[in-house]
Structures are given as C-alpha cells and as structure tokens.
C-alpha cells in the first residue's frame, strides 16, 4: 500500500521537469559513453563541493515542484516550506541522499555496482510507499536543479550524460520495485 498523499499525486503536475524515463514513443536514452560519464562526474565534482547546502536546496527544489511530498516526510509534514528551509533534517537527509548519488556517480565505470546502491536505496524506500513513479519524480527534478545549479557548466553533453545515468537508474529501479511489489503479494 501506499502512504497516504501519494496516490493524490499527480505526474502531471509539472511538465517541464524531466521525467528521466524513456518510453517507446520518447525512443531511447542517450548511451552512456565514455565522454558522457566524464561529463557527468564533473558536473557532479561541482555539486561536491558544498554536498550539505546543494543536498537541502536539491530537497527545497523538489517540494516546491511536488509539494505533496513534503508531507511525506514526518518532520516536514504541515510546515511550512520556509521553516523546513531552517531544519537540521533537511540538510541531513540531503546529505544522505547525495551521498547515495554520489556512489552511484563514482560507479559509472562498473554499474553492477551502480546498480546495488540503487537496489539498496529502491529496497529502504519500499517501506515507507515509495514507489517507481516517486524516483522517476526525484530524477527529473535533480536533472533540473542541476541544470539550474550548473548552469553553463549543465551543457548538452552533461545533460545527455545525466539522462542517460538516470535511465539506467531507473531501469535498475523498476525491475526491483517488480520483485518487491511480488513478494509482497
């Protein structure tokens, strides 16, 4: 089952925000190349270097764009965004949350490895009723930010690295939330 509030988002709510999937009629992500992961690891050097301040204003940038998650979180739920801007939970959650990404990206080159940091990740958020559409929500909006964040340093390259990236994720993703939602039957 799903926590309450997340059944009454909408996927539509913001369509110029990536929604890091690829469908039939979309066609393909870009490969993941060579090029395109160095691409994607300097962009995400940049992001490391204030991880705590660019993890909280990653999490700010989402509630804004689905500000029905925000609720999701017991320590943010009925507050208002300002003062979860000043939460010491932000922040921390922030920080866990690039870090995961950050291993991801430091990966790039053995996506098995990639791949179980995801797994691990899909795996502590079932629980709690997150789902696929949840994380393809979370990945369009980081590629946003970091467009936003970057800005001249997100060119097309790093763009179609992060895409790529992403659809892999959320390859890895699906196929776990498949076995998950199984064996919860």
């Known amino acids: 089952p799903l926590r309450p509030g997340i ?34 690891r300097a962009s995400w050097d940049l992001v490391r270097k204030n991880m705590r ?44 949350a690039f870090y995961a990404i950050a291993s991801m990206v430091d990966s790039l080159d053995d996506l098995e490895i990639a791949a179980q940091i995801m797994r691990k990740t899909v795996d502590d958020h079932f629980p709690r009723g997150i789902r696929t559409l949840q994380f393809t929500h979370v990945f369009g909006v980081l590629l946003d930010f970091l467009s936003i964040k970057l800005e001249s340093n997100f060119d097309e ?17 699906e196929a776990r939330m498949k076995e998950l939602e199984q064996t919860a039957e």
């Open 7 to 40: 059944q009454q988002c909408n996927p539509q709510v913001n369509t110029s925000v990536s929604t890091a999937r690829y469908s039939k009629e979309m066609g393909n992500p870009p490969e993941l190349t060579e090029e395109r992961k160095t691409a994607v």
């Open 157 to 173: 390259r790093t763009r179609e690295g992060w895409e790529a990236t992403t659809a892999i994720l959320m390859q890895v993703t």
């Open 53 to 96: 301040q660019n993890g909280a204003d990653f999490y700010l940038h989402f509630f804004k764009t689905f500000p029905v998650y925000k609720d999701l979180f017991k320590d943010f739920k009925d507050t208002p965004l300002e003062e979860v801007a000043k939460h010491p939970k932000l922040k921390a959650h922030g920080l866990r």
